[in-house]
């Protein structure tokens, strides 16, 4: 069995709050009280403060200096500026993935595609199933770029990209073909280490997912 740390109690809070957030029960320019929510809790401020700085790291939450923190705004236009900045790191991570993957590392990505195209074909397909299938063929890619610091930029746009997809959950539903036609093709180009058609596949995909967002948000 792996070691694992447990989280801290900041971190238990902060993926408490990012929950709230992603769901829309704080809603996107509602201040976050330290105050109030470290009474609510039962925690300290100072655990408050170091979670909001994790949401802000993962840019959920703003910090405004003597306004305090807020969640981040959520509109057509905020969206279209947060999926280009995540794709373009996709396009990089694809880049080193053609260059980087070994044959034994075959068995851990296909798997990963495979679960989000398994998903996508159920009957009632699950949404957030899907989306964090997704992120699964991410997560799979990383580990075997080993870039720490792509792996780290990545890691911190999944919660705002997660919250852009929930809140957008039925029109992202109709791009559901587009979504199993990508995680089929995008395999086949990585294998050949076609760094250019992968990228292309990606740049074409999140152009689409992004207006299926703004269209939502609008």
């Known amino acids: ?9 900041a971190e238990q809070i902060a993926n408490y709050l ?3 957030i992603m769901t829309g029960q704080i809603r996107p320019g509602e201040r976050i009280q330290e105050a109030s929510l470290a009474n609510e809790l039962k925690v300290s401020r ?6 909001l700085y994790t949401l802000e790291r993962w840019h959920l939450v703003e910090i405004t200096p003597r306004k305090g923190a807020s969640a981040t705004k959520l509109n057509a236009d905020y969206a279209s500026e947060l ?3 995540y794709m373009h790191l996709l396009m990089m991570l694809a880049a080193r993935l053609c ?7 075959k068995p851990m990505m296909l798997d990963a595609v495979a679960q989000v195209v398994d998903q996508v074909k159920q ?8 989306v964090e299938a997704s992120f699964g063929v991410m997560e799979a890619c990383c580990k075997v770029v080993d870039n720490p610091y792509l792996t780290e930029a990545l890691s911190n746009f999944k919660p705002a990209v997660s919250r852009a997809y929930y809140l957008s959950a039925e ?22 280490r076609d760094a250019d058609k992968a990228q292309a596949l990606i740049r074409g995909f999140a152009e689409h997912q992004k207006q299926l967002i703004e269209q939502a948000l609008s």
């Open 99 to 105: 260059e980087r993957w070994q044959e034994s590392d």
């Open 83 to 85: 999926y280009d900045v």
């Open 123 to 130: 009957p009632a397909t699950d949404i957030t199933a899907v």
């Open 18 to 20: 990012a929950e709230r």
């Open 171 to 192: 029109r992202y539903r109709q791009g559901l073909a587009q979504t199993s036609q990508f995680f089929s093709e995008l395999p086949q180009a990585v294998l050949a």
């Open 46 to 51: 100072a655990s408050v403060k170091e979670a």
């Open 1 to 9: 069995m792996d070691f694992q740390v447990p989280n801290t109690l």
